[in-house]
Antibody, heavy 119, light 107 residues
């Protein structure tokens, strides 16, 4: 079964760092782009960025460039999303998703990682 | 940056109704458009890619049309399971842009 499994919920304080993960299985991880999507409470979906695990080519949405870092370790089929200094406004659900190989559209999604940042 | 404008933001309809949701791109994205359904507390689910190609397993009452800058998602006969929020996604340029979402409610 093709799936993406994300790391568990996190509760952090402002200023702390965080790295969440997304593990792929059931397919060739390094040949599909993996994207990260933010959903703030009660709000819509926002693209953060996307990475190609084979060569770590990464593209960020302008709103998130410099705010987060996306990386991947193809040897263990894991993509990461990390923050160096969290803000309360980073409180959200974060999803990873796989881009279809032959055409666009994100066809497999992780279950989501809830991040709460509060003092 | 390409902007995606989705309308309406909320749609009230009844079981059996035919409904349509529109998504407009700020510049041409040819056929690089996907539609997703999201239910509360769940991850989005891909319904349609390449503007009109139904994803495997998605009921045939869902259809997509359009190209360039204007796209439409149509549900031919609403079922109880269809009440959810729908998003368009333009992906001609990476990583892409989502529309603001359309919440489909029971009338």
């Amino acid at each position: 079964e093709v799936q993406l499994v994300q790391s568990g919920a996190e509760v952090k304080k402002p200023g702390q760092s965080l790295k969440i993960s997304c593990k792929g299985s059931g397919y060739s991880f390094d040949t599909h782009w993996i994207g990260w999507v933010r959903q703030m409470p009660g709000k819509g979906l926002e693209w953060m960025g996307i990475i190609y695990p084979r060569d770590s080519d990464t593209k960020y949405s302008p709103s998130f460039e410099g705010q987060v870092t996306i990386s991947a370790d193809k040897s263990i089929s894991i993509a990461y999303l990390q923050w160096s200094s969290l803000k309360s406004s980073d409180t959200a659900m974060y999803y990873c998703a796989r881009r279809r190989a032959s055409s666009g559209g994100m066809d497999v999604w992780g279950q989501g990682t809830a991040v709460t940042v509060s003092s | 940056d390409i902007q995606m404008t989705q309308s309406p933001s909320t749609l009230s309809a009844s079981i059996g109704d035919r409904v349509s949701i529109t998504c407009r791109a700020s510049q041409s994205i040819t056929y690089s458009l996907a539609w997703y359904q999201q239910k509360p507390g769940k991850a989005p689910n891909l319904l349609i890619h390449t503007a009109s190609t139904l994803e495997s397993g998605v009921p045939s009452r869902f259809s997509g049309s359009g190209s360039g800058t204007e796209f439409t998602l149509t549900i031919s006969s609403l079922q109880p399971d269809d009440f959810a929020t729908y998003y368009c996604h333009g992906y001609k340029s990476y990583p892409g842009t989502f529309g603001q979402g359309t919440k489909l409610e029971i009338k």
